[in-house]
């Protein structure tokens, strides 16, 4: 009897997340350049046709890992975020959740972060991107809500939260790549401080 096409579906899904799983544990404990489609494909206990047949490329294996990442970074900043507070606290809850992440999930958040920042092109793009339309999604969200209110006054809306999460990433960056210490609460209050300045005028 042959294979049922959701047979054939949960298979491929299952040679699929053991190729992603091995190349995780690869790319953390080697790196990307040193690490061979070769390795992860004996790892994964499948060939590398088959590497190429759901990622394209090592760097299309890459990606998807940062993406995965990336998603799952959003949908915890997002879990049960409050709606009943003002537009400044929504901000400052989002920033505190979105250094969170990062200090609980460090190990492989900077590891990505070195690789992506090393490999720059279609790598970079992809987290980027992805950083942009789902990481910062939530804080978007808020910045609109509170220029539609007049809470706000009227600015461009990424351009904003942009400027929010940069000042985030620059704790983040200065730990991962200068081994400065996160001080969590300098980066919050001048996370405030910038908040401050988008209060509409009574």
């Known amino acids: 009897m042959g294979l049922t096409a959701s047979s054939e579906d949960g298979r491929e899904a299952e040679v699929r997340d053991r190729i ?7 790319f953390s404990q080697k790196g990307f350049a040193a690490t061979s489609l070769r390795e992860i494909s004996e790892d ?3 060939t590398k046709p088959m590497v190429y047949y759901y990622f394209r490329s090592k760097e299309g294996l890459y990606g998807s890992i940062v993406r995965q990442i990336l998603e799952e970074m959003a ?10 507070l003002a537009p400044d606290e929504q901000a400052i809850v989002y920033s505190e959740r979105y250094l969170g992440y990062f200090i609980a999930h460090e190990e492989i958040i900077a590891l990505v972060l070195r ?13 980027s991107h992805t950083l942009a339309q789902d990481v910062r999604r939530p804080l978007d969200e808020v910045i609109e809500r509170g220029m539609a ?3 706000f006054h009227h600015d461009d809306i990424q351009v904003c939260a942009t400027a929010i999460t940069g000042i985030l990433n620059m704790f983040i960056l200065a730990h991962v790549f200068g081994g400065a ?3 969590g609460a300098q980066a919050i209050n001048q996370v405030r401080y910038y908040i401050a300045g988008l209060r509409a005028l009574d």
């Open 20 to 26: 992603f799983s091995s190349a995780l544990r690869c």
């Open 44 to 46: 994964a206990q499948t």
């Open 75 to 84: 949908g915890a900043i997002r879990q049960g975020f409050p709606g009943g």
């Open 115 to 127: 690789e992506v920042f090393g490999l720059g092109g279609a790598s970079m793009a992809t987290f």
């Open 149 to 151: 209110s007049g809470y």
């Open 181 to 183: 210490k996160i001080d």
